[in-house]
Nanobody
Framework: VQLQASGGGLVQPGGSLRLSCAAS????????VGWFRQAPGKEREGVSF????????SYANSVKGRFTISRDSAKNTVYLQMDSLKPEDTAVYYC?????????WGKGTLVTVSS
């Protein structure tokens, strides 16, 4: 059972990145999935969430209108499309899958927004 986050990198302000959260050993569609981030010297914060079933989404105010979370059931993957990136988006991004009190964390992927 594994959750793998990937897609981070260095991007200029205003640029875009797409993060992937791929599951192996379990079906991600049955889990609510969240993206979190932790910037240097700061606490981990929730960025975006997608539910099971109806796929309702939610976003932190700081990313609303710029980030989009989505599922690809065929690839057993959840994505976080990040547009109009700002330096304050720089952080290690983690994905989490949770269902009935059981949760999995992926290793983080570093996003650096800098000119």
């Amino acid at each position: 059972v594994q959750l793998q986050a990937s897609g981070g990198g260095l991007v200029q302000p205003g640029g875009s990145l797409r993060l992937s959260c791929a599951a192996s050993g379990f079906t991600l569609d049955y889990y609510a999935v969240g993206w979190f981030r932790q910037a240097p010297g700061k606490e981990r914060e929730g960025v975006s969430f997608i539910s099971t079933g109806d796929g309702r989404t939610s976003y932190a105010n700081s990313v609303k209108g710029r980030f989009t979370i989505s599922r690809d059931s065929a690839k057993n993957t959840v994505y976080l499309q990040m547009d109009s990136l700002k330096p304050e988006d720089t952080a290690v991004y983690y994905c989490n899958a949770i269902r009935n009190g059981v949760d999995y964390w992926g290793k983080g992927t570093l996003v650096t927004v800098s000119s």
